[in-house]
């Protein structure tokens, strides 16, 4: 992570240092990219993106392949590098390099097919050969986050590179090293300059890119910032796409494997030390089973290991700032009556939060409403699943959920509004790559991963071919009183009627193909 005395932002710094949070010792220093060095890099990846879109999707696939397999060399270097820069244990950033060359796989084999033309209906016009074709859109911006340095904008660039075009990333400054190292591995790899290239820096280089007149950008990181870089994105109609904060709520039904809804919670909130889009932030268990419930957490909670070593289960808040924010929302919750089954305000200890266990929370709770991002997992004890999902829709939040039931587990997850639930598990949706990625509400919009998130990073074209001349639809202006008498009586034999669907169903089936 970078510290400074003055806060990231302030357009005053021109180097970025980068300190390890857990020691506070400093691991490099990194040029902050001014807007002429960003509008450079998306000059040079221009020209990058015309070699690469204009490879096939073999060679393509090639390369990207190339690339996961320099990351798997490279591995004791994230392994150190994410863990000196970010705070967590080389075990969580192993299961980070899992997730991101299973993306890097699925985006390569994937794309192909996923960009194959279609035919599509004519619909009125059926001597028209219609079709939707997928192109490159040319270079996409990435900004990313601290949290998951690896992951996160993998998701992103991974879809992007599969679909043909360049990517300029700009890693948090929190950890600029890890997505240096990103970048490097692909450079490496992939015989096209400029192809993936690094820009680092606090906001100001992010806003920069963000007016940089790229193609898209795929932004990760808070609502705050997300409104700010869509401002900024506006002033040259850049097509943003944004994945943001989450508040995911469990959902423990009566009938739940109560042992396994425990052990998912205490991993799901306190993963990475709770600093995750998607982690367990807020627990709703019905009444019959809340009991067991809160008594099996508690006992595994007892059991987290927090630190530095290699048996650390957490480590450090990569962020300062955040752990004022855990405080506030901690004292809050105490202050309007929780109950702490498991630590308490002591528990912050510098850099380093134990497990904190709440329970008599209720709805005005800030632990209950705002993203904490820390280890707290406030329990709350309801009725029925259906009361939970009311509460857990109240939100302004939707990213990920997850629900634990053995029979209505497909009804509540669908009636929770969130783009992502896992049933009888936490989290799994991320490790899943053909499933898309991303929320509503405050937590965005657009999607990454999976055909949807791929799709995101294309142009879309849409062409009508005449195929023979359709009768009755003329191109010339004609006799504007004959067309209007042609086109009322169209409409109401075509429209007016229940003859529609029937016509347009024979006239679908025999011209589709
Ligand atoms: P942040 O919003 O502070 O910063 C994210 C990135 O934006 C950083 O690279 C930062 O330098 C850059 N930035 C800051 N100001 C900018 C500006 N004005 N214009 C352009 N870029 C700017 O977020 P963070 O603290 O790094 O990350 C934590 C947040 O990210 C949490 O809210 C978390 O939930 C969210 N997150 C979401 C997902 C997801 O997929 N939905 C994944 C991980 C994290």
Redesign the pocket.
């Known amino acids: 992570m970078a510290t400074t005395s003055a806060a990231?932002?302030t357009g005053k710094l021109t180097k970025l240092e980068v300190r390890n949070p857990s020691t506070n010792e400093l691991l490099a220093t990194l040029p902050v990219h001014k807007a002429e060095d960003v509008n450079a890099a998306v000059v040079r990846a221009r020209r990058a993106f015309e070699v690469w879109a204009a490879l096939s999707f073999g060679e393509r696939r090639a390369h990207l392949l190339d690339y996961r397999r320099e990351i798997v060399r490279r591995m004791d270097d994230f392994l150190n590098i994410v863990q000196r820069e970010n705070g967590k244990p080389k075990n969580d950033v192993a299961s980070e390099l899992l997730l991101v060359t299973s993306h890097l796989t699925h985006a390569a084999n994937r794309a192909e097919h996923v960009f194959r033309s279609r035919r599509v209906s004519s619909g009125m016009l059926p001597t028209f050969r219609s079709t939707v074709s997928y192109h490159p859109l040319g270079v996409i911006g990435v900004?990313?986050?601290?949290?998951?340095p690896l992951f996160?904008p993998m998701?992103s660039i991974a879809y992007a590179l599969a679909a043909g075009n360049a990517v300029v990333f700009?890693?948090?400054?929190?950890t600029p090293l890890s997505g240096k190292l990103l970048v490097e591995c692909a450079q490496a790899a992939i015989p096209v300059p400029d192809l993936v290239q690094l820009i680092t820096?606090?906001?100001?280089?992010?806003?920069a890119?963000?007016r940089a007149k790229v193609d898209k950008l795929a932004?990760?990181?808070?609502?705050?910032?997300?409104r700010?870089?869509m401002a900024?994105a506006a002033e040259n109609l850049t097509p943003v796409l944004m994945?943001?904060?989450?508040k995911d709520a469990m959902i423990v039904a009566a009938d739940a494997d109560v042992k396994r809804a425990a052990s998912a919670a205490v991993f799901g909130a306190f993963t990475n030390s709770g600093?995750?889009?998607?982690s367990i932030e807020r627990v709703y268990v019905a009444d019959s089973v809340y009991q067991p419930f809160v008594d099996e957490v508690v006992a595994l909670a007892r059991s987290i290991r927090v630190g530095t070593g290699e048996d650390a289960h957490y480590g450090a808040m990569t962020?300062e700032k955040?752990i004022d924010i855990v405080r506030e929302h901690l004292k809050d919750a105490l202050d309007k009556g929780a109950k702490a089954l498991i630590g308490g305000l002591d528990s912050i200890k510098g850099r380093f939060i134990d497990p904190v266990v709440l329970v008599d929370v209720t709805p005005d709770m800030k632990v209950m409403s705002e993203?904490t991002?820390g280890p707290i997992l406030p329990i709350a004890r309801v009725s029925t699943g259906d009361e939970a999902v009311r509460l857990a829709n109240e939100g302004k939040y939707g990213?990920g959920s997850s629900v634990f039931a053995k029979k209505d587990g497909q009804r509540l997850a669908a009636a929770v509004r969130s783009g992502m639930t896992s049933i009888n598990s936490v989290i799994a949706f991320a490790g899943i790559p053909a499933l898309p990625?991303?929320?509503v509400g405050d937590?965005?919009f657009g999607r990454?991963h999976g055909d949807e998130g791929m799709r995101e990073f294309a142009r879309i074209k849409a062409t009508a071919e005449e195929m023979m001349p359709m009768p009755g639809f003329s191109l010339s202006f004609g006799d504007p009183g004959k067309s209007l008498e042609q086109t009322r009586s169209v409409l109401k034999r075509v429209y007016g009627g229940s003859m529609l669907d029937d016509v347009r169903g024979a006239f679908g089936r025999i011209f589709r193909r």
Not at 201 to 207: A, D, M, Q
């Open positions: 990231p932002g900004i990313g986050p601290w949290n998951y996160t998701g700009k890693p948090s400054e929190y820096g606090y906001g100001e280089t992010g806003s890119l963000a932004f990760t990181g808070s609502p705050a910032t997300g700010r870089v900024a994945e943001l904060g989450g600093q995750a889009c998607i962020m955040q993203e991002f990213l990625f991303g929320g937590s965005g990454i």
